[in-house]
């Protein structure tokens, strides 16, 4: 069966960090575009930051640069989005997802697979 899971949020103060992983089953991750989502309660969902598959060229939002890193360990089928210095507003629920992608580019969707998510919760 082939899933992404998600896991390391929790709750942190404002400055802190946090590393998101993205665990690949069932399919060949190196292949796969993962794009790291965020919802928070009320908002529409938005892209944070991507990886494309084969190129490994990386994306962020605007409202991230700088301060979030994705990478990949294909060995290990995970991808990671460290999150530094963050503020209140990063407060949400972030999922990864992916789809077979070989273009240098991120697709902006539809994504094949989806995790479950995991809580980032930035309060003192």
């Known amino acids: 069966q082939s899933q992404l899971v998600e896991s390391g949020g929790g709750l942190v103060q404002p400055g802190g960090s946090l590393r998101l992983s993205c665990a690949a089953s069932?399919?060949?991750?190196?292949?796969?575009?993962i794009q790291w989502f965020r919802q928070a309660p009320g908002k529409e969902r938005e892209g944070v930051s991507c990886?494309?598959?084969?190129?490994?060229?990386?994306y962020y939002a605007d409202s991230v640069k700088g301060r979030f890193s994705i990478s990949r360990d294909n060995a290990k089928s995970t991808v990671y989005l460290q999150l530094n210095s963050l503020k209140p507003e990063d407060t949400a629920v972030y999922y990864c997802?992916?789809?077979?992608?070989?273009?240098?580019?991120?697709?902006?969707?539809?994504?094949?697979?989806w995790g479950q998510g995991t809580q980032v919760t930035v309060s003192s």
């Open positions: 997802a992916g789809v077979e992608w070989y273009d240098s580019i991120c697709p902006t969707g539809p994504y094949e697979y």
């Open positions: 069932g399919i060949a991750l190196q292949n796969y575009a």
């Open positions: 990886i494309s598959g084969r190129h490994d060229s990386t």
